[in-house]
């Protein structure tokens, strides 16, 4: 089997705040259904929906991998009207990393490869 892409269901209590939250973290999104959004930056896509039951999406981690950590940590503290939650810039072997919990509880790996690390970037293989 050849796969082509692969998308995550976002599920999201307050669809508004979480449309909002994404357009304001640079995705552009598109109408799907009253209860379905499309998200897009650059190749990267995701589907929001909305849901009443978000029990679980607390274990939900999604990795966005960036191509500079600053611009990304500079977008997400200029978010303050959405009460998030982030913690600082973290460096790691393989890069640095920025923790973003989401308006339902879902966390972000917003992430800078090291460009010559072959191991988690898939892209540079």
Excluded at 22 to 30: D, P, R, S, T, V
Excluded at 47 to 59: E, I, Q, Y
């Amino acid at each position: 089997m050849q796969v082509d892409d692969i998308r995550v269901f976002i599920p999201s209590k307050d669809y508004g705040l979480s449309q909002s939250f994404y357009q304001a973290l640079g995705f552009k999104m598109e109408y799907v259904s009253d209860d379905l959004s499309l998200f897009e930056n650059g190749a990267s896509c995701f589907f929001l929906h909305r849901s009443p039951d978000t029990a679980g999406v607390s274990n939900l981690m999604l990795q966005l991998a960036v191509q500079s950590i600053d611009d990304a940590f500079k977008t997400i503290s200029d978010m303050e009207r959405f009460s998030i939650i982030y913690e600082p810039v973290k460096v790691e072997s393989w890069g640095k990393v920025i923790y973003l919990w989401g308006p339902s509880g879902e966390l972000w790996h917003i992430t800078e490869f090291n460009h010559t690390n072959k191991e988690f970037n898939h892209t540079n293989k």
